[in-house]
């Protein structure tokens, strides 16, 4: 299914801000639709297109192919910001993606008011096999840290999760970043989007830590921000048209 989630309006700071946009310029309606690691199918269908409705940007959040990001961003008109995943790389990925911009790794990108910083794959990407490196996640939280501090992002893009939020700890390679979860308590973002963790081996795609939540969004997820609505639903079917 393609699901949804809301980031509605924060009261506290009244109806021009959002949650986690600390002292940022009022914004309205944005929508994002996020995806990674799995061709989410019910996309191929122009009616479950015309469903989603209008984003205002894709989001990539890794291990997708740069033709998939591509047709995503054509059929919906929308620019497209994505990170890398450690299944990103290669001759023939680095060949495909030359149509692609530029991955929004380690620096940040405003959309409609809404700030968004990405984190690719840490670590060199020359290699066929992606070395989990802790040392370089390190290395990217660091500066992100210290640079983003004032003003600090709505919407933090990773293709793996911080340590214990959305990841699956048995498991080495796909255990999440300490130096993440170090960054998102620094930072404190509304919204953490990431992939890399099967939806099967977690009981649940949404995590909550302080402020912020931390979003599974393998497959596709639509986010919208500056709305009021339910935190979750479902808006296609996995295969298929829908009727």
């Known amino acids: 299914m393609i699901r949804r989630v809301s980031l509605p309006w924060n009261a506290d700071v009244g109806d021009g801000l959002v949650s986690g946009d600390i002292g940022g310029p009022a914004i309205g309606r944005v929508r994002f639709l996020a995806v990674s690691d799995e061709h989410e199918r019910a996309l191929d269908f122009e009616r479950n297109r015309e469903m989603v409705g209008t984003v205002d940007a894709v989001l990539g959040c890794g291990d997708l192919e740069p033709d998939y990001l591509s047709f995503l961003a054509d059929a919906f008109r929308a620019p497209l910001l994505y990170v890398r995943g450690n299944h990103d790389r290669s001759l023939n990925w680095a060949a495909t993606s030359e149509k692609l911009p530029e991955p929004l790794a380690g620096r940040c990108q405003t959309i409609g008011g809404v700030t968004l910083v990405g984190l690719s794959w840490p670590g060199g990407d020359r290699a066929t096999h992606a070395i989990r ?111």
Not at 198 to 221: D, I, K, Q, Y
């Open 133 to 243: 490196d802790e040392q370089a996640a390190w290395r990217q939280a660091f500066p992100l840290a210290v640079t983003r501090r004032r003003q600090q992002p709505l919407i933090i893009l990773s293709h793996v999760p911080p340590r214990g939020l959305g990841d699956t700890p048995e498991d080495h390679y796909h255990r999440g970043f300490a130096a993440y979860e170090w960054l998102s308590r620094r930072l404190k973002p509304a919204l953490w989007l990431h992939g890399h963790t099967s939806l099967a081996a977690v009981r649940e795609w949404r995590v909550t830590s302080g402020n912020t939540e931390f979003v599974n969004v393998t497959g596709a997820v639509v986010v919208e921000v500056g709305v009021r609505g339910p935190p979750e639903t479902t808006i296609g079917a996995t295969q298929g048209e829908m009727a």
